[in-house]
């Protein structure tokens, strides 16, 4: 059974910085690309940054130059780190596996909340 597990989000002051974990299982992690979405009530989902299997990364231009990702395939875990952070950060993160499989078929976390207050 394919699981993705977030850790790290959290509540911090604008400015802040935090690191979002995404533990993924062994099988869907090296052969996925691997990326964190946000989400606020009454939107969709946002992408945020992705980073492919070969290390090929992606950001959403809100989070240039604040946010990195990377992937530890040592441990099967992609990290989000966000730097100087917003009020307009304030989202639910998800974490997201797509093995780009011919069916399109991708996998989710169950979100983690973050919070960055004014």
């Known amino acids: 059974q394919v699981q993705l597990v977030e850790s790290g989000g959290g509540l911090v002051q604008a400015g802040g910085s935090l690191r979002l974990s995404c533990a993924a299982s062994?099988?869907?992690?090296?052969?996925?690309?691997m990326g964190w979405y946000r989400q606020v009530p009454g939107k969709q989902r946002e992408l945020v940054a992705t980073?492919?299997?070969?290390?090929?990364?992606n950001f959403a231009d809100s989070v240039k130059g604040r946010f990195t990702i990377s992937r530890d395939n040592t441990k099967n875990t992609v990290y989000l780190q966000m730097n100087s952070l917003k009020p307009e950060d304030t989202a639910v993160y998800y974490c997201?596996?797509?093995?780009?499989?011919?069916?399109?078929?991708?996998?989710w976390g169950q979100g983690t909340q973050v919070t960055v207050s004014s």
């Open positions: 980073i492919t299997s070969g290390g090929f990364r």
């Open positions: 062994r099988s869907i992690f090296r052969i996925s690309a």
């Open positions: 997201n596996a797509d093995p780009q499989v011919a069916s399109g078929y991708v996998y």
